[in-house]
């Protein structure tokens, strides 16, 4: 299968991409301290962007912050309440998509009503789990927030593209503006915990989750849209 210019079908830049990101929850058990896994997540995916996007606006700040909090959030999801129900709470996104975007005065098709009343009754089942405790409270919140603001950086990348910024803005322009989240959470997080160790482990899977599982899987799937 290929396009009409002659590459490869701009489908498999997206299923390239999935197909990374689906190792985020294992990297980040792996990684054994989860807080600053998602600082030096964001220091490597932005040393690595600045390269390729440089820009200072309003859309790459904002979905910067919102992807800030996504990098905070989700590894301790994934140690705290395991790794497939992290993300399946992380993939409540369009939830919380429509109703940002709702907030934004968009209205949602009946397909996405649809869609989002499907997530509201697993997230009831979900809930039911977590009060008989069979299911760690701490972990679906933070799930939950990983969800929020995923669905919250799609609602303000959709805005912004509408409004003419290119995807690129939102996307890798938006990786340096993740430490304005990524880092004061984890300096905070240290010194009020004393735990910052190990280092090393973090820092390697940092590099990899910041380079193979954000940076490559997001220009692939701008390649991909630029080829189609």
Do not use: H
Not at 5 to 30: D, R
Request: charge should be positive; charged fraction near 10%; proline fraction near 4%.
């Amino acid at each position: 299968m290929s396009s009409r210019g002659g590459g490869l079908w701009p489908g498999l830049y997206i299923m390239a991409a999935a197909a990374l990101w689906s190792t985020i929850g294992v990297a980040s058990v792996y990684s054994r301290n989860p807080i600053m896994l998602g600082l030096f997540r964001s220091l490597f995916a932005s040393l690595v962007s600045l390269f390729i996007r440089r820009v200072f606006n309003k859309a790459s700040v904002l979905t910067g912050i919102a992807l800030g909090v996504l990098f905070s959030v989700y590894p301790l999801a994934a140690v705290t309440a395991g790794v497939g129900l992290a993300a399946f709470l992380l993939y409540t996104a369009p939830l919380w998509a429509t109703l940002v975007a709702l907030g934004m005065g968009e209205r949602p098709s009946r397909r996405g009503v649809i869609g989002v009343s499907l997530v509201i009754i697993a997230i009831v089942l979900i809930g039911a789990q977590t009060i008989r405790g069979s299911i760690s409270l701490i972990g679906v919140f933070l799930g939950l927030l990983s969800g929020i603001s995923y669905g919250s950086y799609i609602a303000l990348a959709r805005r912004f593209a509408k409004a003419g910024d290119g995807g690129a803005d939102v996307s890798l322009g938006a990786m340096p503006y993740t430490l304005i989240i990524t880092a004061p959470t984890a300096i905070a997080y240290s010194i009020m915990t004393s735990y910052w160790r190990p280092i090393v482990r973090p820092a390697l899977w940092g590099v990899y989750l910041g380079i193979v599982t954000t940076v490559i899987p997001i220009g692939s799937s701008l390649w991909g849209g630029f080829r189609g």
